[in-house]
């Protein structure tokens, strides 16, 4: 069983940045594809960033060159830099862990654990 808790949200004007953490309960966090997606009121939700257990990123084009993820295995935490903010940015951010490599980590049901969400709100 996997916990995760997101922190960082928050109102931040258009062209600002923030910094999204996820940490993580257990001891395995090393062994989890963590993944970033968001879900904006009367959307589906979407992905938005992950990074697998072996190291490779991948990223949503709407993001692309604006936003990154890291992970600090030693801390249990995952991280989402979201920088050049857009008002279409604005939504529900959540975490989600799962053992998936590959394309398919763009899938949320390939994720077996989800956080709470933080909520990510870009004024224009």
């Known amino acids: 069983q996997v916990q995760l808790v997101e922190s960082g949200g928050g109102l931040v004007q258009a062209g600002g940045s923030l910094r999204l953490s996820c940490a993580a309960s257990g001891r395995t966090f090393g062994s989890y594809t963590m993944g970033w997606f968001r879900q904006a009121p009367g959307l589906e939700r979407g992905f938005v960033m992950a990074?697998?257990?072996?190291?490779?990123?991948y990223v949503a084009d709407s993001v692309k060159g604006r936003f990154t993820v890291s992970r600090d295995n030693a801390k249990n935490t995952v991280y989402l830099q979201m920088n050049s903010l857009r008002p279409e940015d604005t939504a529900i951010y959540y975490c989600?862990?799962?053992?998936?490599?590959?394309?398919?980590?763009?899938?949320?049901?390939?994720?077996?654990?989800w956080g709470q969400g933080t909520q990510v709100t870009v004024s224009s």
């Open positions: 989600a862990a799962s053992r998936q490599l590959g394309p398919r980590v763009r899938v949320g049901e390939t994720y077996d654990y």
């Open positions: 990074f697998t257990w072996d190291g490779h990123t």
